[in-house]
């Protein structure tokens, strides 16, 4: 009995030690099972800068109009959202298939139908108060039209 105890004793204090690693770990280090959630996945420390992105839908005709669309919109959790937008701006593989993914969304969910899908970039700076704008301006960086998601093209970077 006492051979069960101490290894169920060891097993709780392993667990409670790598979660302690975890609270104080350096920037940036990864430890499975204890970091790879997505309420972990976007935690910053002071001094850390951080591209934001975020998704808007440009209108037809003579004088465009460009709206924000949410994740909640697209009925998208925001973690998801956010990694789906930081892949298209990466240029990553699945950056088509995403963006195909983003139009068939958007065109099923917002209305009126936007002509075009833009990501949108803005850099902060974490800070003990909270983030703070690098750049204070949302800058356009990737552009496709919502009918031809294969053509996406660069704005600005």
Known sequence: ????????????????????????RPAGARLWPFLDFPMYSDSYH????????????RSCGTAPAVSPIRASTLHLLPFRYRRMLRRIVADRPTAAELRGRFSNL????????PCALQVWERGVVVTRRG??????QWQPIREWAIDDPTTARVISR
């Not at 006492?2 to 409670?16: E, I």
């Open 131 to 136: 983030a703070r704008p690098t750049n204070p």
């Open 106 to 113: 958007v065109g099923t969910s917002v209305t009126p139908r």
């Open 1 to 24: 009995m006492l051979a069960k105890k101490s290894l169920v004793a060891a097993v709780v204090v392993s667990c409670l030690a790598l979660q302690l690693h975890a609270i104080v």
């Open 46 to 57: 002071e001094g850390d800068a951080v591209t934001m992105h975020e998704l808007r839908g």
